[in-house]
């Protein structure tokens, strides 16, 4: 399925964007006169409540971090 497609090629291909887009998460721009004009992606596409396991372990951080001594001695 191609991302960008014409407005006229969307009227008889619906079904297929719409399969692509639910099924797969993809995104599909629609081009008419030539500009973009709509893009039809799945609503959760970008919502996530799942932990990036590929940044597990890597990201160090401790907001609550006591270090009074430092901001005493400045």
């Given at each position: 399925?191609?991302?960008?497609?014409?407005?006229?090629?969307?009227?008889?291909?619906?079904?297929d964007?719409?399969?692509?887009?639910?099924?797969?998460?993809g995104v599909?721009?629609?081009?008419?006169?030539?500009?973009?004009?709509?893009?039809?992606?799945?609503?959760?596409?970008?919502?996530?409540?799942?932990?990036?396991?590929?940044?597990?372990?890597?990201?160090?951080c401790?907001?609550?971090?006591?270090?009074?001594?430092?901001?005493?001695?400045?």
């Amino acid at each position: 399925m191609p991302t960008v497609i014409d407005f006229e090629q969307v009227k008889t291909a619906f079904p297929d964007i719409f399969d692509y887009v639910a099924e797969k998460k993809g995104v599909v721009t629609v081009i008419r006169g030539g500009k973009a004009a709509v893009r039809i992606s799945p609503i959760n596409v970008y919502r996530t409540t799942e932990p990036l396991p590929e940044l597990a372990g890597q990201i160090n951080c401790d907001l609550f971090a006591d270090e009074s001594s430092d901001w005493e001695s400045a």
